[in-house]
T-cell receptor
Framework: DTGVSQDPRHKITKRGQNVTFRCDPISEHNRLYWYRQTLGQGPEFLTY????????KSRLLSDRFSAERPKGSFSTLEIQRTEQGDSAMYLCASSPGPVGTQYFGPGTRLLVL | ELKVEQNPLFLSMQEGKNYTIYCNYSTTSDRLYWYRQDPGKSLESLFV?????AVKQEGRLMASLDTKARLSTLHITAAVHDLSATYFC?????????????FGQGTILTVHP
């Protein structure tokens, strides 16, 4: 069990550029979650997957955000036409099922200039 | 919409003292999670509380859940410096959204000599 991994750990981009983040969950965890955390706040739910199916997206998630989990293993989160307000820590978590501990990855810190 | 509130938001404690962090949530939830976050790090799971009256203890930390009062507490006994961190509670939305967590704002705990 190597834990949840995320790549890259840091990303600096210019406003208007597209970025993509990757999350590798714990092996055999069929639930995968994306959260966003800004400074001084708790994580905020973005979306989650059961295997390859995306179950729910937050109302706060604009159309510029898209996530997928092909083949039910790793997941990617893409942000198109980034804005300065997208600057945050993007956290990925996984769990064996819908109930029980969600294990968080180290996060990807995004800075949009 | 599920809302989670923690208090206090800032807690400065002397070593050896006891204190309690409170977590209130707005709608019915039967699963409550506590996480710890060190500066610049990701979230570490502390407790999962799955039923009314659940109590869990690990070292100097004890968590409890009262689903009727929609309240969870994290009690710290004889604080030590190593407990300095930010503590988050999170409630599960339940129903068709099992696994979707709503986090509180976090409690920044500082333990000093």
């Amino acid at each position: 069990d190597t834990g949840v991994s995320q790549d890259p750990r840091h990303k600096i981009t210019k406003r208007g550029q597209n970025v993509t983040f990757r999350c590798d969950p714990i092996s055999e965890h069929n639930r995968l979650y994306w959260y966003r955390q800004t400074l001084g706040q708790g994580p905020e739910f973005l979306t989650y997957f059961q295997n390859e199916a995306q179950l729910e997206k937050s109302r706060l998630l604009s159309d510029r955000f898209s996530a997928e989990r092909p083949k039910g293993s790793f997941s990617t989160l893409e942000i198109q036409r980034t804005e300065q307000g997208d600057s945050a820590m993007y956290l990925c978590a996984s769990s064996p099922g819908p109930v029980g501990t969600q294990y968080f990855g180290p996060g990807t810190r995004l800075l949009v200039l | 919409e599920l809302k989670v509130e923690q208090n206090p938001l800032f807690l400065s404690m002397q070593e050896g003292k006891n204190y309690t962090i409170y977590c209130n949530y707005s709608t019915t939830s039967d699963r409550l999670y506590w996480y710890r976050q060190d500066p610049g790090k990701s979230l570490e799971s502390l407790f999962v509380l799955l039923s009314n009256g659940a109590v869990k203890q690990e070292g100097r930390l004890m968590a409890s859940l009262d689903t009727k009062a929609r309240l969870s507490t994290l009690h710290i006994t004889a604080a030590v410096h190593d407990l300095s961190a930010t503590y988050f509670c999170a409630a599960d939305a339940g129903g068709t959204s099992y696994g979707k967590l709503t986090f509180g704002q976090g409690t920044i705990l500082t333990v000093h000599p």
